[in-house]
T-cell receptor, first 114, second 111 residues
Framework: GAGVSQSPSNKVTEKGKDVELRCDPI?????LYWYRQSLGQGLEFLIY????????KSGLPSDRFSAERTGGSVSTLTIQRTQQEDSAVYLC????????????FGEGSRLTVL | SQKIEQNSEALNIQEGKTATLTCNYT??????LQWYRQDPGRGPVFLLL?????KEKRKERLKVTFDTTLKQSLFHITASQPADSATYLC??????????FGKGTMLLVSP
């Protein structure tokens, strides 16, 4: 597609359940990023992929959070045993190294943990 | 790590006026600085990038300045329109080609 695609757009889950969020970046973009945005807060960096490897996982808030990227394309962010404080919008972005740092964002996945 | 400060209070201006938003940062001066626009329920959209050796950058009604001495960037929208109402985010490079974002300033342009 023309832009970054994220699914699901909305997810409501019960505390303790696992969730998977998917990101399909712009074709050819080698860099992929996950950010989290809580209500009224700024963007919180979670993880960065270059190709299939993740040189920077420093933003993952706990070991309940994990992410993978396969084939240098689609990425999945998994949250295990969800907690209410995990409720937020999870934003994915991709970038081409040809343009330093400019990120192209998806519309986000809104996660609500009841 | 870099700390980015943007005015948390919304900026209210009248249509036709110039809006000026401020981004201040601490610590090291970055090689570049970016501005993004975010509408409610949407992902941020890139607007402008300005490099450390550029004092000013323009794009249509947008103008960005970058003062590495003051550690400040100013973002101007001239002849503002209600459609310019949004939250504007400042972003600086972090480690490993990542971007660190400010919390953003909401701009409200009244007709």
């Amino acid at each position: 597609g023309a832009g970054v695609s994220q699914s699901p757009s909305n997810k409501v889950t019960e505390k303790g359940k696992d969730v998977e969020l998917r990101c399909d970046p712009i074709s050819g973009h080698t860099a992929l990023y996950w950010y989290r945005q809580s209500l009224g807060q700024g963007l919180e960096f979670l993880i960065y992929f270059q190709g299939n490897s993740a040189p920077d996982k420093s933003g993952l808030p706990s070991d309940r959070f994990s992410a993978e990227r396969t084939g240098g394309s689609v990425s999945t962010l998994t949250i295990q045993r969800t907690q209410q404080e995990d409720s937020a919008v999870y934003l994915c972005a991709s970038s081409s190294l040809a343009v330093p740092g400019e990120l192209f964002f998806g519309e986000g996945s809104r996660l609500t943990v009841l | 790590s870099q700390k980015i400060e943007q005015n948390s209070e919304a900026l209210n201006i009248q249509e036709g006026k110039t809006a000026t938003l401020t981004c201040n940062y601490t610590n090291y001066s970055p090689a570049y600085l970016q501005w993004y626009r975010q509408d409610p329920g949407r992902g941020p959209v890139f607007l402008l990038l300005i490099r450390e050796n550029e004092k000013e950058k323009r794009k249509e009604r947008l103008k960005v300045t970058f003062d590495t001495t003051l550690k400040q960037s100013l973002f101007h929208i001239t002849a503002s329109q209600p459609a310019d109402s949004a939250t504007y985010l400042c972003a600086l490079p972090g480690g490993y080609s990542t971007l660190t974002f400010g919390k953003g300033t909401m701009l409200l342009v009244s007709p």
